[in-house]
């Protein structure tokens, strides 16, 4: 059973169907058929045994007599002027009188004789002039299968006497069943032929739906096995918009699935060509210093001292900025599972706070003002103080000197505000884009990725990010971070 189990599974999966859409229009057919059958023949025996009641009613006293009274002559006598129950002629019937002994008195009218058994004698025993007997099946002298009724024999003496039980005799009478069983197996070959057709139909029928309805399957299979051989994600299986099925469904989730490879992969090759575009600077500029101190050495000609340090000093502050991109590129191309298990809780105060304390070292001629509220959100607690140091950075890249910066943390609300020259109206849609850079910030240094940088992680985070040019001049950023302004009790370790 495992063996045919697991070949099954084996099949094609049109193959499978047409099997199981035929295996269940065969069982159908053969319930169907089967009870088709019993009723017919329940049907048929029916009328069989209407007739053979119809055929019992009370007989004539003095047939019933002459019959009895020449009972040893009348089983073995052709004559056919012998005595009889007139009442009960009829073609292919069998008629007999059975006594308490089994002894059968058999009508000259009769068709043969029928095997008498103990369940007539019984008849006779439990006689009653109600009439009632038992139908069985039994056979004749012959072997030939008939209907038998045995039931207690009522005669009839006259007009205007009421019929009376005849003691120690039943009348037993039977049809044949051979008609009745040559339909039963014409039906039974009618419906056997049916069936056959009906499965073999139903076979065919389910193969076809099969290959009709795996049809977008196999153009799906087709598509995969296009994208794994050519590597081309631009293909798409074509879908009704008022389809709604399985098939359908699992089309558009592939043609989503390609176009987010398709994105993914455009996104991945702009990365490498921005961080190209921006790594060919800092190197170009390395390069170009190290080649003069290394000529200088080489040709004896030293570089004057204030040169020197010059060189050295733009050489260092290349290697720090090339760092800081090479770090940058590492945060963003982290996977989400490795950015998911370290995700926990954290105090939002702490990490502003601890990021304030980095900026006043990079900003000490600013006035840097704070106004902080506690508030507990779930992210990755060095992911989430990187983006508060980008947004502080900005801020105290772009303030004057002696300028002024307010932050603000309110319900989960941080707001950190500047009041350098703003953001140009049409920029605003492209900071956070990665590498994007203003034209009137091209000469600081920065790679352009702080602030994509502070968008992933704060929508990781679950917040919403913005920044927009403030009332008086200068720019607002905005985060928005979900949470509580205390530590939920089951997680009481709190890390900044």
Known sequence: MNKVVRRFRTLPIRARLSMLVAAAVAFAVAAVSVTCWFIVQGKLYDQVDDDLRKMSQPQRYNQVEDLLASCPQAAQSDQ??????????????????VKSDGTACVSATSAGTVKVTDADKKVIKEASSSGEGIIRNGTDSDGNAVRVLTTPLIVSQGMGSPPQLYPDTALLIAAPLKSTESTLNDLALVLLLVSGIGVVGAGAAGLAVARAGLRPVDKLTEAVEHVARTEDLSIRIPVEDDTDDEIARLSRSFNSMTASLANSRELQ????????????????????????????????????????????????????????????LQELSRSEGQRGERVQVVSLEDAVESALRRARLRGPELT??????????????????????????????????????????????????????????????????????????????????GLSIVA?????????????????????????????????PEDPAITS
């Open 80 to 97: 056919t002027d012998e005595p009889d129950i007139s009442d009960l002629r009829a073609r292919n019937t069998y008629i007999q009188l």
């Open 269 to 328: 090759q702009q990365l490498i060509a921005d961080a190209g575009h921006e790594l060919r600077t800092p190197l170009t500029s390395l390069r170009t210093n190290i080649e003069l101190l290394s000529r200088s050495e080489e040709t004896g000609r030293p570089i004057p001292p204030a040169d020197r340090k010059a060189l050295l000093t733009s050489v260092t502050a290349q290697m720090t900025e090339l760092a800081s991109l090479i770090g940058d």
């Open 368 to 449: 840097i003002t704070a106004s902080l509220e506690p508030w507990y959100t779930r992210a990755e607690p060095a992911a989430l103080e990187r983006a508060v140091v980008n947004i502080l950075d900005n801020a105290v890249k772009f303030s004057p000197e002696g300028g002024t910066i307010d932050v603000r943390l309110n319900h989960g609300t941080l707001t950190v505000r500047d009041h350098g020259p703003g953001i140009p109206s049409e920029e605003l849609p492209h900071v956070f884009d990665r590498f994007w850079r203003s034209p009137s910030a091209r000469a600081l240094p920065g790679s352009g990725l």
């Open 456 to 488: 992933r992680t704060v929508e990781q985070a679950g917040g919403q990010v913005s920044l927009a040019r403030a009332d008086g001049g200068g720019t607002v950023a905005t985060v928005r971070l979900p949470g509580a302004p205390t530590p939920p």
